[in-house]
């Protein structure tokens, strides 16, 4: 899919869909021409605004991380996200008969890596952390992502719109799951030095 396409879905999303249906790309083809890519602006971004930039709570002392922290800590998100796109599409294929569907793997793959598209565009704002902002612009980006995810739905699973809607609200609660499990998981990490974050003095 051409980057034309990729942001065709922020403002015809019904169209892109189609396309993205239609195409349906084999899994390693989405990965290799979308994913890694795209998966690549959340952590370079933080990487980049953690180190060089910085951040503050208010107008106290600004914090950044040492480069080697936070590469540690890019990586690990970087291959978080590369996963979390597997085991969410998993999750889709799972539940899809519920809702009068049988999709392939590689199609749950294509709905779940293009349904985060805003989420991966607007990581760009890490690079300059602002906090409230940052928080403002990620909500917008949330929002959007759900609502193509309402719309990629019905088209990629070929169902009605009736159980799109209730297929897509069922997504939504997996992937709040999963990002609870995320979160757990980095606190173990923390916990255990593994990728634990070290402030420069």
Known sequence: MSLRNT?????????????ISDKNDSIAKTYFKFIIFMALLPPVSAYIGSTYVGWSLGFGETYRLTADSALRLSIAAYL?????VLVLAWFVQWMAKTYGANPSYKRCVNLTAYTCTPLFLVSIMGAYPILWFDMLVSLVAIAWAIYLLYHGVPIMMGIDKDRGFLFASSIITVCMCVLVGMLAITVLFWGTGIASPVFTS
């Open 7 to 19: 942001f065709g879905l922020l403002y015809e999303p019904d169209k892109q869909w189609q396309k």
């Open 80 to 84: 978080a996200i590369l996963v979390a």
